[in-house]
């Protein structure tokens, strides 16, 4: 009793969680979850395994959202074989990563991504200076890779075989409380993987959880560690908090937990602007809709929004020094885009779409002549349009224009020569009253 009490304290002292080498079982009667709320992908991959003489479960996210009674987005599974053994037993699966080796399991257009139980105490690791793991392939037992994991909400493993969830750190506990709790010692953790402070807002939020008081403890104090993260898997990271349907509740959390300071460039500049965070309070209001509605939400679309008041600060800052608009827009989208996209890791794809969101904004004001028809056929005018309509919204355009472009858009032909005529009419290209060309008299002969 004594030795077990020292070794507990230790262990605290170093940072380390109390390592359970025996879960709690739960039946499926007493957790509720249903085999068929389950994707047959994964429970594919675990009976594949399990037939092979290995360890398979569903793990970590899927079976949080599933004792939540929520549907899941992706299905993970964990194991006790190697990349390479599970590798070997699918005709469709490839081997991923550096940092952690993973596998892709793929059946149709449904990816399931299997891991490997990681061991928990390996001695040294490869680490930078402020603590961040740089590389861990290390592989152990599942009450390892248990301890191993972020918060104890995501430490669940799902048996389709038996029906059973294995719990390790009280997840399941916490889940009915709904506490965010992380396991181990939190300043260790976050040192480790800075990300995971993101991933408490992102949970918290997402969830309606409370985090933990000792979780939430270090955060102020370890923030400025997100610097140190690549700017790719911040960029994925940022993505996931965006869209995933309660991107305002983040927001607003990163801003109460001080994290918003350099995770998205100028953010914190732009949401003490009026202007700037009401559109984009808005714009992630209307993300968050689509989101949660199921539809999909464009990522290229979202950091336009998201740049979009310092696109227009620039653009304005040129016209005020006498450049003409349009190649006045085209310099500004160039110097944001050149400032920011290393700094997020924002792809090319996305940058494309961006731009031309951007470009179309203009481009809606003219309605006069054949202009509104020729953008009838632009790749993007659907996003533009929904980009007019926030602009609008928050009172940055006129709400006349996008009154007049809904109708437009949704209007017969005869109803849109009709809109065309009266437009031509009363406005010219930039929404002002047309002035007639001033005739010049000939020349009276001397």
Known sequence: MIHRLV???????AGKPRLRKAPRRIAAQEHGIQREAVSRSAIRVCEVLQGAGHRAYVVGGAVRDLLLRVVPKDFDVATDATPER?????RRAIIIGRRFRLVHVMFGSETIEVSTFRAYDVGERDTDEHGRVLADNVFGEQYED?????????ALYYDPGTGEVLDYHDGVRDIRRRRLRIIGDPETRYREDPVRMLRAVRFAAKLGFEIDPATRAPIAKLAKLIENVPAARLFDEMLKLLTSGYSVACILQLRSEGLHHGLLPLLDVILKQPQGERFVM????????????GKKVAPGFLFAALLWHEVLSKWNSRIAAGQHRIPSLEAAIEEVLESQTEKLAIQRRFTAEM???WMLQPRFERRNGQAPLRLLEHLRLRAGYDFLLIRCAAEEAPAELGQWWTRFLHATDAER?????????SRDATGTRRKRPRRRRPAQAA
Do not use: P, Y
Not at 86 to 90: N, R
Not at 146 to 154: E, G, K, L, P, V
Not at 287 to 293: F, I
């Open 146 to 154: 248990a301890a191993r994991r972020d918060f104890t909400i995501n």
């Open 86 to 90: 599970v590798k070997s037993h699918f």
């Open 7 to 13: 070794t507990r304290v230790r262990s605290l002292l």
């Open 355 to 357: 731009r031309e969101i």
């Open 282 to 293: 808005l714009a992630l209001a209307r993300t968050d809709e689509r989101a949660r509605a």
């Open 417 to 425: 020569t009709a809109l065309l005529q009266e437009a031509g009419k």
